[in-house]
């Protein structure tokens, strides 16, 4: 995107996606604080719930207010270990102004949430920003996340409805492209995976990817499993804990590999074959029962051409990894897969610096240690 422009022209062509720490986390600062300055920007709505100390976010919210815009922010007051610096947070942003909603009553919301509403010659226009990832410039710099910038109407229309449910301005009503948590996500997902199995023959087997940081809930896992019996290849990158036992598959239709390296691997990615009419969707959510049935969480489908294209590139190369990469074994221990030859994060690195994008410097090592 233009460095020195600011993106709505961009934005209107085609969706974007950002890949962080690989590309610079500067276009989400930018959008935001070009919309703060932008006369013909009306309404900034966000999601707040991590955001680090410092936060370029919260100074250009706070002049988006006092440039007399309608800002909204949810501000999660229940994330964990940050629960003194979000109400610190929410009393500054009250005071420039910001109307704050201080979460939801028994629910945590986690879903990363960005809309910006201008008003141009022809229309008002709803520009979204979406991620998998906390608004929080300096954990951008460690974790690896994926967010999408898009224009798309129908998405932004979904947006707008989470928006007036969490600010009390109407109730639930149905969403025709997201599926938001604890209503829907879970049988959604489940839903996909069911999917994937009845379309899945023998001459065309299924194949569902996915990079999440934990696997733990037992309605997603069997029906994981059931799909594995059917034939469907299930190819699983997962950071952390993972309940799921590549043994339960008869055919070793189930891989689970873990990659720990230099960055802390945060996206979730989603990837359905589909019988050739193939979806991916980026989410907030992990597969855990806490994410599913008692958490805000969204699953975003990608629907720009470029954008799929990139999102799975990305994802499938975190299963050649040989240099950082650990695989799952039937009886809970993990074997380091051997090689040598492929860094997935190292690869990454070269795929954005090749892009000549000056502020992104290729890693000089990625050396990981691990017991045993």
């Not at 910001?98 to 226009?125: F, P, Q, W």
């Not at 193939?278 to 008692?294: G, P, V």
């Amino acid at each position: 995107m233009p460095e020195d422009e600011p993106y709505w022209d961009t934005l209107k062509i085609q969706d974007k996606i950002l890949h962080v720490p690989y590309e610079s986390y500067e276009p989400v600062v930018k959008f935001l604080s070009d919309a703060a300055k932008d006369p013909d920007v009306l309404t900034i709505k966000m999601t707040l719930y991590r955001t680090g100390r410092d936060s370029p976010i919260i100074s250009a919210l706070e002049q988006a207010a006092q440039n007399g815009k309608q800002v909204i922010v949810l501000v999660e007051l229940k994330a964990r270990f940050d629960e003194e610096r979000n109400i610190a947070w929410a009393n500054e942003l009250e005071q420039a102004g910001v109307t704050v909603i201080y979460g939801l009553v028994n629910l945590k919301v986690h879903a990363k949430i960005l809309m910006v509403i201008r008003r141009e010659s022809d229309t008002i226009r709803r520009y979204v920003h979406l991620s998998t990832g906390n608004y929080n410039a300096r954990t951008a710099q460690i974790y690896s996340d994926a967010a999408i910038f898009t224009v798309n109407e129908e998405i932004a229309n979904d947006i707008t409805l989470f928006f007036n449910l969490i600010s009390g301005y109407s109730a639930l009503q149905t969403m025709k492209k997201i599926a938001i948590a604890p209503v829907n996500l879970k049988s959604r997902l489940i839903s996909l995976i069911e999917r994937e199995a009845e379309t899945s023959v023998s001459e065309n087997p299924g194949l569902i990817v996915a990079k999440l940081n934990a696997i733990g809930d037992e309605d997603v896992i069997d029906s994981l499993c059931e799909a594995s019996k059917k034939g469907v290849k299930i190819l699983l990158n997962v950071r952390g804990i993972c309940r799921l036992n590549p043994a339960v598959s008869e055919h070793k239709n189930i891989r689970v590999v873990s990659v720990v390296g230099r960055y802390l691997e945060h996206s979730r990615i989603i990837y359905f074959k589909n019988g050739g009419n193939e979806e991916l969707f980026i989410s907030s959510a992990d597969w855990m029962n806490r994410n599913l049935e008692r958490r805000v969480e969204l699953l975003i489908p990608v629907t720009d051409s470029a954008c799929f294209l990139e999102l799975k590139d990305n994802l499938l190369r975190f299963f050649k990894d040989d240099t950082h990469a650990h695989e799952l074994n039937g009886d809970g221990s993990w074997t380091s897969v051997k090689g040598g030859t492929f860094s997935v994060q190292a690869s990454l690195h070269e795929k954005y610096a090749s892009r000549q994008r000056p502020e992104i410097e290729p890693a000089s090592e990625f050396e990981v240690r691990r017991k045993g």
